[in-house]
């Protein structure tokens, strides 16, 4: 009898978890952490959440220059162009759970092509690394 009422009590615990997304938040604001090194984490920490309940704007992980020269690194060729490809699987490495790319989350003219502009490259991949995308989708 103890062992069902611990299995429903784990399984509504996973749920609750699941659906809040809490996991997603807490290796996400642990990777902020890591990059930017703040002198107080905890204060870092608690000003991050409050930008999120508040609509405010997101610490970045990456900044514009660090996204133009990781788009360089994979532009081998310096076409001044990636492929989707390329740019689905930068996407997938860099988010906290392997997310793939959907085509919704491209603009038309990158599907129409199959290639990536470097401002494209920095919106796509820099929107998957704002702290907001940690909790889209998540029960308040």
Sequence with gaps: MADAAYDKQRAATTKYVAEHKVPELFAHLMQLVVHHRPENPRAFMAEEVAKLQTGGEPTRLLTDDELSMMFELID???????????????????????????????????????????????????SQLRTANVWAGAKK
């Excluded at 392997?98 to 003219?109: F, H, I, K, W, Y």
């Design 76 to 126: 081998v060729t310096k076409q001044k162009t990636i492929s989707l490809a390329q740019c689905r699987n930068a996407y997938a490495n860099l988010s906290h759970d392997g997310a793939q790319l959907e085509d919704s989350q491209l603009p038309p003219r990158v599907l129409e092509t199959g290639r990536v502009t470097q401002d494209e490259f920095s919106a796509i991949i820099g």
